[in-house]
């Protein structure tokens, strides 16, 4: 057969559905945005393909009601009649040039199944993305395959509506061919006629209707004359779901319309039966789809609301708002499928802190909210807090790797704080805010304060132009002190803001902000020079091997830049190479690239030191110590603070066992008491900083404490052995 007398007959098939001239409702766009949320995708449609265009049946993120077929990606799925992937259509010479990916809505990724009715492809259901993926899984595929099913099954259902009016001028036939129980009764209700599908469902054969009264296939108390007959007139010019019994005595819904006539002076009554369990079961699956989380299981943000709307009508709710720390890291550096696990772990680790009167729902992304019904009481609410961030604390092990994430906990209490939904998941956000910004890993409780905090957080995003021009942002400097004698060998050069309005600022009321903005890069620039200026100023009067520490700049370190840039700045301040130290985190470790770990290199071998700051706070690979030109590990200062309650700490000792192998300098954060000191030089620990040595300070009072004083520990703490 010709490709015209398969398009002939395809729009045939399209025409005899009705669906032309229907509409969608809200089952195909709930359909649709559930498939748009199970694969993160901005777009999903069910669409039909005309002669001459791709009409959008139910879309998500397409406002326009029709395309032009001959542009038309879809148009190719319905040619094929076959599923189609396209990874990147920027890069595929059949595409690449094409309206809708060089234009809006500027498709790069596209998958679609064609929708078949009558055999016929009629109609696809496609995913489409505004950037590239690199692949397409079997198991994607799968899923996309059992939506594309479930909307088929709609379609059908919906085109059989359509075509109500033209089917009753072909009963005879349908009947006698249609799957659904079709059956004629004298106005007694004993049955005169059915159809083979009548006798498919029920069972019984030919010769026994003649015996049978269609009360005989309604299961209850309808069974009994008078019941019945009741039972018809409620049913009459109404289409509606009973449960009928069969020859065995299986129970089964089915959906039922009835009809009564006059014909020669007799009543009859009509009735046709559809069996509706298979439509219950994807009906449940689709109520599933549209109020649980696709990864998780979990509840939805839309099952959120209705439950917490429940809640707020007992006496006293509290509301957790779960925010998981480092999440972001996982799925830069391990990957996507890595960041599901956790997830799905996450979330299990909730259910396992809370009761089972209580709810736990995934909202979006690594964001989790619970509601504890009941519970008007701070500090018990606090009391789940604490168990879930001591869960999430707990490593977890993903393709043999350890994981290291956290939690930040925000508690809103009803009617206390707030008495609507929005209003008490606002208040339940801004305590999280607080809880990130003390530094994550805990919780905290919203208080009204917390308002005016955020407000004047956002004002900083506005104010950071004008702090740059009035040099307003200033530096502090921290000693770092070698432990044995107590000798100064370094500082690390800490960044402060002096806001005229509010005075002091500490990096925690706005580095966050800012390391977003655009200004990151040229107040970066700044605090390099100014560090290397200052060290320049205090190397006369000092060890000459004195080293200024110094964060790298991450957004000059992925470009490239950073070599050329930092040593721009040595040469404009007169530093030499060696007395710099350029600290990186463990993000730019995990998220490392080639021109990352190129460039420093290059610095490594001018003389410029490289520290990792805060090690063993995360999940790096120890492989990647090899990879770096890392010449110092800086201990993060939780693992010191555990010094005051633990007599060891295997962390730290691993650390600098490592350290040792791979001929490292160790520096330990947060020294704060004699016994972490004294216990430190124990383990063999050669260097440090915290405040028994001196708290970060502006360069005038630095250098009359330190660098005229010569040793910097108090008497008593030279003497520690």
Same mark, same amino acid.
Request: proline share 4%; charged share 25%; hydrophobic share 45%.
């Given at each position: 057969?010709?490709?015209?007398?398969?398009?002939?007959?395809?729009?045939?098939?399209?025409?005899?559905?009705?669906?032309?001239?229907?509409?969608?409702?809200?089952?195909?766009?709930?359909?649709?945005?559930?498939?748009?949320?199970?694969?993160?995708?901005?777009?999903?449609?069910?669409?039909?393909?005309?002669?001459?265009?791709?009409?959008?049946?139910?879309?998500?993120?397409?406002?326009?009601?029709?395309?032009?077929?001959?542009?038309?990606?879809?148009?190719?799925?319905?040619?094929?009649?076959?599923?189609?992937?396209?990874?990147?259509?920027?890069?595929?010479?059949?595409?690449?040039?094409?309206?809708?990916?060089?234009?809006?809505?500027?498709?790069?990724?596209?998958?679609?199944?064609?929708?078949?009715?009558?055999?016929?492809?009629?109609?696809?259901?496609?995913?489409?993305?505004?950037? $590239?993926?690199?692949?397409?899984?079997?198991?994607?595929?799968?899923?996309?395959?059992?939506?594309?099913?479930?909307?088929?099954?709609?379609?059908?259902?919906?085109?059989?509506?359509?075509?109500?009016?033209?089917?009753?001028?072909?009963?005879?036939?349908?009947?006698?061919?249609?799957?659904?129980?079709?059956?004629?009764?004298?106005?007694?209700?004993?049955?005169?006629?059915?159809?083979?599908?009548?006798?498919?469902?029920?069972?019984?054969?030919?010769?026994?209707?003649?015996?049978?009264?269609?009360?005989?296939?309604?299961?209850?108390?309808?069974?009994? $004359?008078?019941?019945?007959?009741?039972?018809?007139?409620?049913?009459?010019?109404?289409?509606?779901?009973?449960?009928?019994?069969?020859?065995?005595?299986?129970?089964?819904?089915?959906?039922?319309?009835?009809?009564?006539?006059?014909?020669?002076?007799?009543?009859?009554?009509?009735?046709?039966?559809?069996?509706?369990?298979?439509?219950?079961?994807?009906?449940?699956?689709?109520?599933?789809?549209?109020?649980?989380?696709?990864?998780?299981?979990?509840?939805?943000?839309?099952?959120?609301?209705?439950?917490?709307?429940?809640?707020?009508?007992?006496?006293?709710?509290?509301?957790?708002?779960?925010?998981?720390?480092?999440?972001?890291?996982?799925?830069?550096?391990?990957?996507?499928?890595?960041?599901?696990?956790?997830?799905?772990?996450?979330?299990?680790?909730?259910?396992?802190?809370?009761?089972?009167?209580?709810?736990?729902?995934?909202?979006?992304?690594?964001?989790?909210?619970?509601?504890?019904?009941?519970?008007?009481?701070?500090?018990?609410?606090?009391?789940?807090?604490?168990?879930?961030?001591?869960?999430?604390?707990?490593?977890?092990?993903?393709?043999?790797?350890?994981?290291?994430?956290?939690?930040?906990?925000?508690?809103?209490?009803? $009617?206390?704080?707030?008495?609507?939904?929005?209003?008490?998941?606002?208040?339940?956000?801004?305590?999280?805010?607080?809880?990130?910004?003390?530094?994550?890993?805990?919780?905290?409780?919203?208080?009204?304060?917390?308002?005016?905090?955020?407000?004047?957080?956002?004002?900083?995003?506005?104010?950071?132009?004008?702090?740059?021009?009035?040099?307003?942002?200033?530096?502090?400097?921290?000693?770092?002190?070698?432990?044995?004698?107590?000798?100064?060998?370094?500082?690390?050069?800490?960044?402060?803001?002096?806001?005229?309005?509010?005075?002091?600022?500490?990096?925690?009321?706005?580095?966050?902000?800012?390391?977003?903005?655009?200004?990151?890069?040229?107040?970066?620039?700044?605090?390099?020079?100014?560090?290397?200026?200052?060290?320049?100023?205090?190397?006369?009067?000092?060890?000459?091997?004195?080293?200024?520490?110094?964060?790298?700049?991450?957004?000059?370190?992925?470009?490239?830049?950073?070599?050329?840039?930092?040593?721009?700045?040595?040469?404009?301040?007169?530093?030499?190479?060696?007395?710099?130290?350029?600290?990186?985190?463990?993000?730019?470790?995990?998220?490392?690239?080639?021109?990352?770990?190129?460039?420093?290199?290059?610095?490594?071998?001018?003389?410029?030191?490289?520290?990792?700051?805060?090690?063993?706070?995360?999940?790096?690979?120890?492989?990647?110590?090899?990879?770096?030109?890392?010449?110092?590990?800086?201990?993060?200062?939780?693992?010191?603070?555990?010094?005051?309650?633990?007599?060891?700490?295997?962390?730290?000792?691993?650390?600098?066992?490592?350290?040792?192998?791979?001929?490292?300098?160790?520096?330990?954060?947060?020294?704060?008491?004699?016994?972490?000191?004294?216990?430190?030089?124990?383990?063999?620990?050669?260097?440090?900083?915290?405040?028994?040595?001196?708290?970060?300070?502006?360069?005038?009072?630095?250098?009359?404490?330190?660098?005229?004083?010569?040793?910097?520990? $108090?008497?008593?703490?030279?003497?520690?052995?």
């Amino acid at each position: 057969m010709s490709s015209e007398d398969n398009e002939a007959r395809r729009l045939a098939a399209l025409a005899r559905t009705g669906l032309r001239a229907a509409r969608a409702d809200e089952t195909f766009q709930s359909l649709v945005g559930v498939a748009a949320d199970a694969f993160g995708m901005p777009i999903a449609t069910i669409s039909l393909i005309d002669a001459d265009s791709q009409i959008y049946f139910s879309t998500i993120g397409i406002d326009a009601a029709a395309t032009e077929r001959n542009i038309s990606f879809c148009s190719i799925t319905v040619a094929c009649n076959a599923p189609v992937v396209v990874l990147d259509a920027s890069r595929d010479p059949l595409w690449r040039d094409n309206p809708l990916v060089c234009g809006e809505p500027h498709i790069r990724f596209y998958a679609g199944i064609p929708l078949r009715i009558e055999g016929q492809p009629i109609g696809t259901f496609c995913i489409i993305d505004r950037v $590239p993926h690199a692949a397409f899984t079997e198991a994607q595929r799968q899923l996309l395959q059992r939506y594309a099913a479930i909307a088929e099954e709609m379609l059908e259902l919906r085109s059989l509506r359509a075509q109500g009016d033209r089917e009753r001028f072909r009963f005879k036939r349908m009947a006698e061919s249609s799957p659904d129980a079709m059956m004629i009764a004298d106005g007694d209700g004993h049955l005169l006629y059915w159809n083979a599908g009548a006798e498919r469902l029920f069972g019984y054969a030919p010769e026994e209707v003649r015996y049978l009264r269609m009360a005989d296939l309604v299961a209850g108390e309808d069974r009994e $004359p008078a019941a019945f007959d009741a039972w018809i007139d409620g049913m009459l010019g109404q289409t509606r779901e009973i449960d009928s019994v069969d020859r065995a005595g299986m129970v089964r819904p089915m959906e039922v319309s009835v009809s009564r006539w006059h014909e020669d002076g007799s009543v009859f009554h009509g009735a046709v039966m559809r069996d509706v369990s298979g439509r219950r079961e994807k009906e449940a699956a689709l109520h599933r789809l549209a109020h649980r989380d696709g990864l998780t299981g979990l509840p939805n943000r839309a099952a959120m609301r209705v439950r917490l709307e429940a809640a707020l009508q007992a006496d006293g709710v509290s509301v957790l708002l779960v925010d998981l720390d480092g999440f972001k890291d996982v799925n830069d550096t391990i990957g996507h499928a890595a960041g599901d696990e956790v997830l799905r772990e996450a979330a299990a680790r909730l259910v396992a802190s809370v009761r089972t009167q209580d709810t736990v729902a995934r909202i979006g992304g690594d964001e989790f909210v619970v509601i504890l019904p009941g519970c008007g009481d701070p500090s018990k609410a606090a009391e789940v807090a604490d168990r879930i961030v001591a869960a999430m604390e707990e490593p977890i092990l993903i393709q043999d790797r350890t994981i290291r994430i956290g939690a930040s906990v925000g508690i809103a209490i009803a $009617p206390m704080q707030a008495e609507a939904i929005d209003e008490l998941l606002l208040c339940a956000d801004l305590a999280v805010f607080k809880a990130k910004a003390e530094g994550r890993h805990r919780h905290r409780l919203y208080t009204p304060s917390l308002r005016a905090a955020v407000s004047e957080r956002q004002r900083f995003v506005h104010e950071f132009h004008r702090a740059l021009e009035r040099r307003e942002f200033v530096l502090h400097y921290q000693p770092q002190v070698r432990l044995k004698d107590g000798a100064l060998v370094g500082a690390e050069a800490l960044i402060r803001w002096q806001h005229p309005e509010l005075g002091l600022l500490q990096p925690g009321a706005f580095l966050g902000p800012l390391l977003a903005s655009r200004h990151a890069v040229a107040v970066n620039d700044w605090v390099l020079h100014t560090a290397c200026s200052q060290a320049v100023a205090w190397l006369g009067l000092t060890d000459r091997n004195f080293r200024m520490g110094v964060n790298a700049c991450a957004v000059r370190l992925h470009s490239g830049e950073i070599s050329a840039r930092t040593m721009d700045t040595l040469a404009a301040t007169g530093l030499p190479p060696q007395n710099l130290e350029l600290e990186i985190t463990e993000t730019v470790v995990l998220a490392h690239d080639g021109d990352c770990v190129a460039g420093l290199a290059e610095l490594r071998a001018q003389g410029v030191g490289i520290a990792f700051d805060d090690f063993g706070t995360g999940y790096a690979s120890l492989s990647l110590l090899e990879e770096f030109p890392l010449t110092r590990l800086k201990i993060d200062r939780s693992f010191v603070r555990k010094m005051n309650d633990a007599p060891d700490v295997p962390v730290i000792r691993a650390i600098l066992q490592l350290a040792k192998g791979f001929g490292l300098h160790v520096v330990a954060e947060g020294i704060e008491t004699e016994d972490q000191l004294r216990r430190l030089r124990k383990k063999g620990c050669s260097e440090g900083q915290g405040y028994l040595f001196g708290r970060p300070m502006p360069a005038d009072q630095f250098e009359r404490s330190f660098i005229h004083g010569g040793l910097v520990l $108090p008497a008593g703490v030279r003497q520690v052995a």
